[in-house]
């Protein structure tokens, strides 16, 4: 049988995936052509109606919080939110970078893998500030995204990093 997450208002249902240039958790590089990422791993992907109704924008900082059944909560800092063509109420991020929000003890029934494909999440802007402008030309996050791999624009950069919305259907 499967179970039906209740996700609770101002939360999203989120997974982690890997790039494509990853292989299971080897990372080869800061690229993933799938989706027009750049230069850096740590962003969220939203849809846009989302991230609107969040009070968010392309290219915020999030800290990413995960909450369990126990009450306890994990985060994640600095993700920049992309726009991305998720089902509404569902978010994304790569894995190992989004590995800490999952809890040890949720596991699936038999295999006893880890729920990394069902996590409830609230994202919450940094304390930096709502928008992230960290290029030199002061670009959003989408043109960053848009560019080609040769060009120096990021969406997510590493740099300094050491390591009741209900989804229409779940993946």
Same mark, same amino acid.
């Given at each position: 049988?499967?179970?039906?997450?209740?996700?609770?208002?101002?939360?999203?249902?989120?997974?982690?995936?890997?790039?494509?240039?990853?292989?299971?958790?080897?990372?080869?590089?800061?690229?993933?052509?799938?989706?027009?990422?750049?230069?850096?791993?740590?962003?969220?992907?939203?849809?846009?109606?989302?991230?609107?109704?969040?009070?968010? $924008?392309?290219?915020?900082?999030?800290?990413?919080? &995960?909450?369990?059944? *126990? !009450?306890?909560?994990? /985060?994640? @800092?600095?993700?920049?939110?992309?726009?991305?063509?998720?089902?509404?109420?569902?978010?994304?991020?790569?894995?190992?970078?989004?590995?800490?929000?999952?809890?040890?003890?949720?596991?699936?029934?038999?295999?006893?893998?880890?729920?990394?494909?069902?996590?409830?999440?609230?994202?919450?802007?940094?304390?930096?500030?709502?928008?992230?402008?960290?290029?030199?030309?002061? $670009?959003?996050?989408?043109?960053?995204?848009?560019? &080609?791999?040769?060009? *120096? !624009?990021?969406?997510? /950069?590493? @740099?300094?990093?050491?390591?009741?919305?209900?989804?229409?259907?779940?993946?």
């Amino acid at each position: 049988p499967i179970d039906i997450l209740h996700v609770p208002p101002g939360r999203l249902l989120m997974q982690t995936l890997r790039s494509h240039d990853q292989y299971n958790t080897t990372i080869y590089g800061l690229e993933d052509r799938y989706r027009g990422i750049h230069g850096g791993r740590r962003v969220v992907f939203v849809n846009p109606l989302d991230i609107a109704d969040l009070g968010l $924008a392309d290219g915020t900082l999030v800290d990413i919080v &995960s909450e369990w059944r *126990d !009450g306890s909560e994990r /985060s994640v @800092a600095r993700f920049r939110v992309v726009p991305y063509d998720t089902p509404i109420g569902t978010a994304a991020a790569y894995y190992p970078e989004a590995n800490p929000l999952v809890p040890l003890d949720s596991t699936a029934t038999g295999s006893n893998c880890p729920t990394s494909k069902s996590l409830i999440v609230r994202l919450e802007p940094t304390e930096e500030g709502e928008h992230a402008r960290d290029h030199a030309d002061g $670009a959003p996050a989408s043109a960053w995204a848009s560019r &080609s791999a040769g060009e *120096d !624009g990021v969406v997510g /950069s590493d @740099a300094g990093h050491k390591s009741k919305a209900a989804p229409y259907h779940l993946s």
